[in-house]
């Protein structure tokens, strides 16, 4: 498996609350990638990273930003969460840009009441 | 319409038999075709990436691709119920990142 690792795995938050969660490779790939899961909607990208402090902005990005200080995290922040964000978060990463392969983290399950 | 579309399923075949998984795509510059396998719980993991024309083969795995008809499919051989898991259509269209299917879901059964 690619080392790759997501925290927290599970989290239930409530309406307007800050959440953030947090993805940490150990592959020093350059490229990483928050997506979101739902039912019906596949995969879909939300922010992603080309290098540190390298961010740009996914399909659906409304109501989330990112950050990335280090090579190995990259940090997906809701500032106030609405329930349409509930959802299961992916992060990946890939060794060169999105033409190559990308490997998976665990996820993370957010509820947002 | 869907930039990558594939057939909801579930799409149920007898153990032993051939499973044909079927994805579309509209953006006639994509290079780079994604099959991904997903348990239900669980993350995506690549199963083939298949970027000419034609068949690329993998033990009971085939992908293939035909830019003209913007069709990519993949064919598992001896299907077991092992196989059964949503399989994700994986598109790169050399924009950002790669644009995924809303996934088939297949059921082997024994």
């Known amino acids: 498996d690619a080392g790759i690792t997501q925290s927290p795995r599970h989290k239930v938050t409530e309406t307007g609350t800050p959440v953030t969660l947090r993805c940490h490779q150990t592959?020093?790939?350059?490229?990483m990638y928050w997506y979101r899961q739902d039912p019906g909607h596949g995969l879909r990208l939300i922010h992603y990273?080309?290098?540190?402090?390298?961010?740009d902005k996914g399909e659906v990005s409304d109501g989330y930003s990112v950050s990335r200080s280090k090579t190995e995290d990259f940090l997906l922040t809701l500032e106030s969460a609405t329930s349409s964000q509930t959802s299961v978060y992916f992060c990946?990463?890939?060794?060169?840009?999105?033409?190559?392969?990308?490997?998976f983290g665990p996820g993370t399950r957010l509820l947002v009441l | 319409q869907k930039e990558v579309e594939q057939n909801s399923g579930p799409l149920s075949v007898p153990e032993g038999a051939i499973a044909s998984l079927n994805c579309t795509y509209s953006?006639?510059?994509?290079?780079?075709f994604f099959w991904y396998r997903q348990y239900s719980g669980k993350s995506p993991e690549l199963i083939m990436s298949?970027?000419?024309?034609g068949d690329k083969e993998d033990g009971r795995f085939t992908a293939q691709l035909n830019k003209a008809s913007q069709y990519v499919s993949l064919l598992i051989r001896d299907s077991q119920p092992s196989d059964s898991a949503t399989y994700l259509c994986?598109?790169?269209?050399?924009?950002?990142?790669?644009?995924f299917g809303s996934g088939t879901r297949l059921q082997v059964q024994p």
């Open positions: 990946a990463i890939s060794e060169s840009k999105g033409s190559e392969t990308q490997y």
């Open positions: 592959e020093n790939h350059r490229y």
């Open positions: 990273s080309y290098g540190v402090k390298d961010t």
């Open positions: 953006d006639r510059g994509s290079q780079s």
């Open positions: 298949i970027y000419s024309n």
């Open positions: 994986a598109v790169n269209t050399g924009r950002r990142a790669l644009t």
